[in-house]
């Protein structure tokens, strides 16, 4: 397989570099570096986020943990068999992902939590090896329209055929099946946006399909 699925030391975009060589210096003990992605290599689910939060994985070196956005996430991987736990709180704290990998479409924090087009589509070919790596069958969760549109992009696809919206579900190449749902993040949850049962059914649609 061509290319990398991640590099700590990559520093492609120009705005991003420099914007985390003054987070490190703000925030010393923090990761501040591209965030990898976690879980099982050899998952069968892969679940796409937009970018790591300030003070969530981009301090602490791990996907959706040490922020808000990771509640709700953690928990419902739990309850669906993915996790063997319901809380990510430390890169170090032992908690495991089964048949489960989480990612980012942007793999470093960008200011006010916004990428932009240079950046997404500069990060893309880590999320392209990633998705080539899937087993048939798999099912893909991109969280938010974003993350949806790189995953989109990643597989060769044009954006119109494959329409993002929450629930909405896509048949890909090779078995493969990509479920949309609006991001976990605290706007979203705290305006009812997204609710505990609308992303709990996301998931629970993921389980469903990889037991089939």
Do not use: W
Not at 112 to 139: H, M, T, W, Y
Request: with cysteine; charged share 20%.
């Amino acid at each position: 397989m061509a290319g990398e699925s991640f590099d700590l030391d990559c520093r492609r975009c120009p705005r991003l570099a420099v914007f985390l060589d003054g987070v490190k210096a703000q925030y010393p003990d923090y990761h501040a570096r591209p965030v990898p992605p976690f879980g099982d290599p050899e998952a069968r689910l892969l679940v796409v986020g937009l970018a790591p939060g300030m003070h969530g994985a981009n301090a602490s070196g791990r996907p959706f943990t040490g922020d808000y956005a990771g509640i709700l996430l953690y928990q419902t991987l739990h309850r669906h068999g993915f996790a063997s736990r319901p809380e990510s709180v430390a890169a170090d704290d032992g908690l495991e992902l089964y048949d489960c990998r989480i990612t980012n479409a942007v793999k470093c924090l960008p200011p006010q939590n916004k990428p932009i087009g240079v950046e997404i589509n500069s990060c893309r070919d880590f999320l392209a090896v990633e998705l080539a790596g899937l087993p048939e069958s798999a099912v893909i969760v991109a969280l938010g329209s974003i993350a949806h549109k790189s995953v989109v992009a990643a597989l060769g696809l044009r954006q119109k055929d494959i329409a993002f919206g929450h629930a909405a579900e896509h048949a890909l190449q090779g078995g493969m099946s990509l479920l949309d749902s609006y991001h976990c993040s605290r706007y979203n949850t705290q305006t009812r946006r997204l609710t505990e049962p609308m992303f709990d059914a996301v998931f629970a649609r993921a389980r469903q399909l990889l037991d089939a």
